[in-house]
């Protein structure tokens, strides 16, 4: 894993400048402790930046940027490309020279100059985002992998266009600046997280999943989605038909098993140590017997608790599965005081808010990883996505089958509108109904009852929290809008217009889909790339380590998005399918264990000293009245909280991360 960096100037005549380039790469210096590297084109319109964390053929000969024979076609690339060594065969036998011993880096190089961008997207297996400059065709091309396991950031403006692998390598730029983006604020609150191309930073964008953009010489862009997780790669209908309802079950899952097996398989390959995280529930436990299945060394294995909050720790359950498969395993535990002593450096860590406090658990177990000479680790990311392993799925389904379908189906509409309005009435009463009041709310107005797996403040929530809100469009969204990496609904202050956007598309290329893959869908639009990926790599990345995430192999992916929500579902039991599948690699103590999560006592911190350290820092932030955040309000939310009059913590922690970021970068 890497850090990439780019400038392209076009309509200018001053040159790209090996000083500016070390800064950005300075500023990803966790990213690739182990190589520093630029180049610069002869006409010095087009420089390249690279850190190196040697994972694949740790020799110098796999440093970059690199270049093909001739020079022509340069490279900076993050990631890992699983199939290297199938492809590097492909393009040997078409008579490409390789001068690395095994660098899937060279692979990216010859593939792009033998089957150009398109299908070398399309051919190549991995997690990856990479520049790619094409000297004869005057062309620079950067993209992202499929799932969005790994960012890329751009900015254009003033004939200078900045890329790279974190924000703040691009701020590092003397020609960007800091401003907050109003609309990605508005959504952020949300979701948690900004919506992509959006970023906090208005002007700066990052890449969507599975996109790629083409930068011609005059810096005119063009854009193209490369692949979506509804095409079908599941089982063929064919085998299928005439099969009774537990032969098909069977049927799936064997297949589920097997492609986990060759997922988990592949992302042990590593010339660096590596292990994985272990919580003792089914994901991290299946990722851990696997490896110990294909590894003729302990697994390394690390664990994260707390000493102040124990109800949360799963350390015992940890402990049995690495006994079970004699793990190399470690522990840390964590108080209030370390999660305090973090924050300044979680919030440069992210670049953007991440309003999700799992991110502090994960530094200090990622921490331990590192100091234990691991580079390379498997975590358990995706799986409850897919195979609905969350509670609130549950609920969610249950709301849509049991309240919005007949809300809708039976009610005269404008007994609809009449309810929403009373229902809006009663919560300012008692703003414990709030969330009840908005669902009430999107089944009047035909809104989708499933928006994210996690949100903060509900449309009917912002109302008082941004009274008359208007955000102000960010620099540069008309080409964002024109080459379709993102629709213009998104600039208006309505968070529904970015699920409507997702589903709309889904039910048009998949109609009729059941609900829970519609649910799924939205979740690989957003909040797995946009959240929980991206909280993986900044937070991993910045203890120069590499996470790599077997449940989101794409082809499993494609197969469980094919698999009915009845044979995922049985009995009203969340991830009878993966359970099953799995049945005989674990203990079905283990299979079977209560669901906790990986969580952090964020709710008992704030009632705390930290409480009050979060309230003074929230209501003494000047961006509340460059914003209009109603200052009331917010102090009313944090009172609620501390008094226990209701559990706003989520809706806290959103505002402290969203105040925190804005007092580190912009003021």
Known sequence: ???????????????????????????????????????????????????????????????????????????????????????????????????????????????????GIATLLEKIDGMFAFIIWDEKKNRLTFARDRIGIKPIYFTKNLGVLVIASEIKAILAHSEVSAKVSEAALYHYLTYLATPAPLTMFDGIYKLPAAHYVEVDQGGSFRAARYWAPELSNGLDQLELGGLDEGAVANKYQRSVLERLEASVQKRMMSDAPYGAFLSGGIDSSVNVALMDRYSDDPVNTFTVGYKDHQHLNELEHASKVAKLFSTNHHEVLINEKDMVGYLEELVYQQDEPLADWVCIPLHFVSKLAH???????????????????????????????????????????????????????????????????????????????????????????????????????????????????????????????????????????????????????????????????????????????????????????ELTMDIPMDVKLQNGESKHLLKKAVEGLLPNEIIYRKKMGFAAPMAQWLEGDFGKQAESEILSSPLLEEVGFNKGHISTLIKDHRTGRRDTSLLVWVLYNLTAWHRHWLN
């Open 1 to 115: 894993m890497c850090g990439v960096a780019g400038i392209l100037h076009f309509g200018r005549s001053d040159p790209v400048t090996s000083n500016i380039l070390h800064k950005m790469n300075n500023a990803m210096l966790h990213r690739g402790p182990d190589g520093d590297g630029i180049y610069i084109s002869k006409n010095r319109r087009i420089g390249l930046g690279h850190r190196r964390l040697s994972i694949i053929d740790l020799s110098e000969g796999a440093s970059q940027p690199m270049s093909n024979g001739d020079g022509s076609v340069w490279i900076s690339y993050n990631g890992e490309i699983y199939n290297h060594q199938l492809l590097r065969s492909q393009l040997e036998t078409r008579g490409y020279h390789f001068h690395s011993h095994h660098s899937d880096t060279e692979v990216l190089v010859h593939g792009y100059e033998a089957w």
């Open 371 to 557: 100091e234990n000479g691991v580079k390379v680790i498997q975590v358990g990311e995706g799986s409850d996505e897919q195979f609905c392993g969350y509670n609130s799925y549950m609920k969610y389904l249950q709301l849509h089958k049991n309240c919005f379908r007949p809300f809708q189906q039976y009610l005269p509409k404008a007994l609809q509108h009449f309810l929403a309005k009373t229902a809006a009435k009663i919560a300012t009463i008692n703003p414990k109904l709030e969330i009840y009041s908005d669902a009430v709310k999107r089944a009047a107005f035909n809104q989708e009852p499933f928006w994210s797996g996690a949100i903060g403040y509900w449309e009917t929530q912002k109302n008082p929290l941004l009274p008359g809100y208007s955000p102000s469009p960010p620099k540069g969204w008309e080409e964002m809008v024109r080459i379709g990496l993102m629709p213009k609904s998104y600039l208006s202050p309505d968070s529904y217009n970015v699920a409507h956007d997702f589903l709309n598309y889904f039910d048009a290329v998949q109609p009729g889909r059941d609900q829970l893959a519609r649910m799924t869908y939205n979740e690989f639009r957003l909040r797995l790339p946009e959240l929980l990926l991206m909280r993986v790599d900044k937070i991993t990345m910045a203890s120069s380590l590499e996470a790599r995430v077997p449940f989101l192999d794409h082809a499993l992916v």
